[in-house]
């Protein structure tokens, strides 16, 4: 089992031992900012590995370790136990080791702690790269300092204790005398370090006082808004997103100490566009200052020329940002690297709805340059096929990402009959995300920018997109629109949850959202638990994979958003109970994805192997649910509540809400069935029955 800890940029993951291991392959160690400065820790005594009883992980910054010398398979009362407790750093972290001895009688211990740092980049451990400069290990006085250096490239880990060490290359030891029932302690520190051109290392956190995470945390939650509902598992749910949120949260070297959402643990420990807008848009209500500090950092590093390795273009939003070598080296091209389509219409979407919650028009004023530039580059750079429609494809052929939609792995965008169709590619729901930001776009330019000629361009650019897209888009004979079209106008025709981000952007024609909630609540896209990324009758449908069959619950909330916009309550209301129910599963912590089984087959959602977890927009999924359920809405000044809950979920309150309005309070009391009725499992046998929120099949 592994235990992770994180804050900001740096976690460490390790096993239940708290012992580091890592392989090639494998997120194991310490890492900050896209470098792993720890790739071995090792704890022995007497020459022997310990064995867990116990692990406390309840604070994301913190974990506790509690063991005995191995025993075998059957446990014998242990004389000697010994408790790590582990605190992440904004470097790196701190690590109080304590032996406590039980005998009568006193005992000679050697306690050894063995080190090693590989100083592999984020992008090697996913590739299994081997490193291409010098590793070095020197004594420092009382210090351990291993090294890495490649031209300028210049890094290192310092070691340390509070009780003098016996330390050599490959670690350190201690020779104990504990006497009868007394204990022994001591502190290690590990600081990642750039070093200088002079030769001397600093650590990467920016300020060396070391935070009061403990605090922060309690502060983080107390001005967040309440909640009270009579369905218990809510409360944890929420408390966990939360507190996840919080343990993503990044602060960029340029934000002052001002935070984003990092996309999630392990691989995405930095600023994404898409990922850290869409939590942006789904924590709104809850924590805005993340959507806020979103649009400055991204705005910063809006894209402001035609480079091909990084396929950046002027106005384009980044699509990731990496620290690590690899980036250094031009390796690879994420420096940032801006081959997504969607975050540039996403980031006019989020200013937008920003002002509308905040009434924040200083920041809209200081960011108008940037939406306006986000809104030409829809139509000067991103129409590559000449009709008018948003679409992607690499220039970088070595190392850029193919597929730049949401849904960016391979095999993704596929035919019903599972043909992968050719390049450029116009995906359905950037269609619809470009149509929402020039609607938004121009409200924004007729209230704030006082520009209301912009305003009438713009309104009747996205009626024109509206209008073709209707047609060019819809499957006649399926009654859905297709996830995509190829240049030639051909229509990639797989039935895909695409559709419902369609209705989410207000593009879809009035006339055709009823067929469409109607096929993301059919047995082929609803599992019961959520909406599948693919339908069940499409030839690569996939239950476990990745993007073509799986369930995303990120996905789901904006699903339910959209389907709530064009007025299907219970609809929406049914994919939140679903999500939620899953989420009791999975401790409160939704994952990236989870299997797209029918819920009738397995009665619990099935585990992704490779998930990530926690992982931001997941973790937002449950506050854009509340907000969904609650049906909140700013309108002016005013914000306007129009509950539609799952009857299952009771009373729900939704208490100090932020806003332009000051702080107001939403009541809701489930009416809604969403299904016959079915006891969880997992709540049968921990919350004396209580009903699930729903049930199985469409």
């Given amino acids: 089992m592994s235990v992770s800890i994180l804050h900001g940029n740096t976690f460490v993951v390790s096993d239940d031992r708290g012992d580091i291991e890592a392989s090639p392959t494998e997120p194991d160690g310490l890492f900050a900012w896209d470098t792993r400065f720890l790739s071995r820790w090792v704890l022995t005594v007497d020459g022997q590995r310990l064995q867990a009883l116990s692990t406390d992980d309840m604070q994301y910054f913190e974990t506790r370790f509690f063991l005995v ?4 398979t059957v446990y014998v009362d242990a004389k000697l136990s010994v408790i790590r407790r582990r605190t992440v750093t904004p470097s790196g972290f701190d690590e109080q080791l304590t032996l406590l001895n039980h005998a009568d ?9 063995d080190v090693a740092c590989d100083f592999a980049d984020l992008f090697d451990v996913k590739n299994a790269q081997e490193k291409k400069g010098k590793l070095y290990t020197r004594l420092d006085g009382d210090r351990l300092v291993c090294g890495y250096e490649r031209e300028t490239y210049h890094r290192e880990t310092i070691i340390s204790s509070t009780v003098p060490a016996v330390m050599d290359d490959h670690g350190m030891s201690f020779f104990l005398h504990i006497a009868p029932h007394e204990q022994w302690t001591t502190d290690l520190h590990l600081a990642a370090a750039i070093v200088g051109p002079g030769g001397h290392p600093a650590t990467l956190a920016k300020d060396r006082t070391k935070p009061d995470l403990e605090h922060d945390l309690e502060h983080w939650i107390r001005q967040a808004p309440r909640t009270e509902c009579d369905w218990r598992p809510l409360a944890d749910i929420y408390q966990r997103s939360l507190t996840d949120l919080a343990a993503l949260r990044f602060s960029p070297l340029t934000s002052g100490g001002r935070s984003l959402p990092a996309a999630g643990l392990p691989w995405f420990m930095t600023m994404f566009g898409r990922d850290s807008i869409f939590t942006s848009l789904q924590a709104l ?17 809006q894209g402001t020329r035609i480079d091909d390795f990084r396929d950046e273009d002027p106005g384009r939003i980044l699509h990731e940002m990496r620290y690590g070598e690899s980036a250094a080296f031009e390796e690879q091209p994420h420096s940032p690297y801006f081959g997504n389509a969607d975050a540039t219409p996403l980031f006019v979407v989020l200013l ?3 002002e509308r919650w905040t009434g924040d028009t200083k920041l809209v004023k200081a960011l108008e340059f940037q939406a306006r530039a986000a809104l030409d580059w829809i139509d000067q750079y991103a129409d590559l096929m000449g009709n008018g429609y948003i679409s992607y494809q690499r220039r970088n052929e070595e190392t850029g990402l193919e597929n730049q939609c949401w849904k960016d792995s391979w095999d993704s965008i596929s035919y019903h009959d599972g043909r992968l169709p050719g390049f450029p590619r116009a995906t359905c729901e950037l269609q619809g995300y470009a149509y929402d930001a020039k609607v938004r776009g121009a409200r924004l330019a007729r209230t704030v920018w006082n520009d209301p000629a912009l305003a009438d361009r713009l309104e009747k650019s996205a009626a024109d997109l509206k ?22 106008g051909s229509q990639v025709d797989a039935l895909s949850s695409n559709i419902g981000h369609l209705l989410w952007s207000g593009i879809v024609d009035n006339g055709k959202a009823k067929a469409i909630a109607g096929h993301l609540m059919s047995p082929q896209l609803f599992s019961g638990w959520g909406v599948r990324t693919l339908a069940t009758d499409a030839q ?19 699903i339910a958003w959209g389907l709530r916009r064009y007025g299907f309550k219970r609809e929406a209301a049914r994919i939140a109970a679903g999500i939620l129910d899953a989420a009791t599963y999975f401790e409160g912590r939704l994952p990236e994805a989870f299997g797209g089984y029918e819920r009738d087959l397995t009665r619990y959602p099935v585990q992704y192997p490779t998930a990530c977890s926690p992982q931001a927009w997941s973790t937002g999924a449950p ?4 907000r969904t359920m609650l049906g909140l809405e ?3 000044e005013h914000l306007v509540v129009d509950p539609a809950l799952p009857a299952g979920m009771g009373h729900l309150a939704l208490l100090d809400i932020p806003g332009r309005w000051g702080q107001i309070d939403a009541f809701g009391r489930g009416r809604i069935d969403v299904g016959p009725g079915r006891r969880s499992r997992r709540q049968l046998g921990t919350e004396q029955g209580q009903e699930s929120l729903s049930t199985g099949s469409a």
């Fill in 623 to 626: 506050l854009l649910f509340l």
């Fill in 285 to 301: 209500p809850f924590e805005p200052e993340l959507a806020a500090t979103t649009l400055k950092e991204l705005g910063a590093r």
């Fill in 467 to 488: 209008k073709r897209f209707n047609r060019d888009f819809w499957v006649a004979e399926g009654r859905y629109f297709a996830i995509a079209v190829e240049s030639d």
């Fill in 352 to 354: 937008d709805e920003y």
């Fill in 540 to 558: 690569r449908f996939n239950p476990i994979g990745y993007h073509t069959g799986t369930v995303w619950p990120f996905d789901n909330s904006f």
């Fill in 634 to 636: 700013p309108l002016g």
């Fill in 105 to 113: 009688e006193a005992v000679e211990l050697a306690v050894r702690l």
């Fill in 69 to 72: 010398p191995e025993t075998g």
